[in-house]
């Protein structure tokens, strides 16, 4: 999940919240919060990272569709611009074992190990998650982190201590 307008740090808390409370959904780890610098081309505000680890009984469609709607009702605008600036985003990293490539939903996502911005909050929850044949921490020693701090407690008041 990320955010870099209207707030960032509320638009992640009660975006986390709203995961949390999803029927058929149990919220098992939040990652640390991490300040990213933004990839884009036009100057914005920094994003603000995280991952979470849910146990989910809806479908991968049905949950990306929450998402989706979530993102929706948090003020994101769809603009078709790739690194537009955003209120909320909630990206499916990966669900189970499922794989799927093209269409709307591509499991795993197929990004997320050129992202240090994905892979360092993904390896406080799962440094062995396979991605490509190698562990996730294979695919962050790789990554440019230069952009990518952790913040701390204090500057990431109301985000979960720890990894729950």
Not at 39 to 54: H, M, R
Not at 93 to 108: H, K, R, T
Not at 111 to 140: D, I, Q
């Amino acid at each position: 999940m990320g955010a870099n307008l209207a707030d960032p740090l509320a638009q992640m808390i009660a975006a986390r919240r709203a995961l949390a409370a999803l029927e058929g959904c149990r919220m098992r780890a939040a990652s640390s919060l991490y300040r990213t610098r933004a990839v884009s081309a036009e100057p914005q505000p920094d994003y603000l990272n995280a991952v979470l680890s849910i146990d989910c009984a809806l479908s991968a469609e049905a949950l990306l569709h929450q998402l989706l709607a979530l993102e929706q009702l948090h003020g994101r605008m769809r603009t078709g611009a790739r690194d537009a600036a955003r209120t909320l985003d909630l990206d499916l990293l990966c669900f189970g074992q499922i794989q799927s490539q093209g269409g709307a939903l591509e499991l795993p996502h197929p990004r997320m190990h050129l992202r240090a911005f994905v892979l360092a909050p993904l390896c406080e929850l799962a440094p062995s998650l396979a991605l490509l044949g190698y562990p996730a921490s294979h695919w962050l020693e790789l990554c440019d982190r230069s952009g990518v701090v952790r913040l701390s407690p204090a500057d990431a008041k109301g985000w979960p201590d720890g990894r729950s």
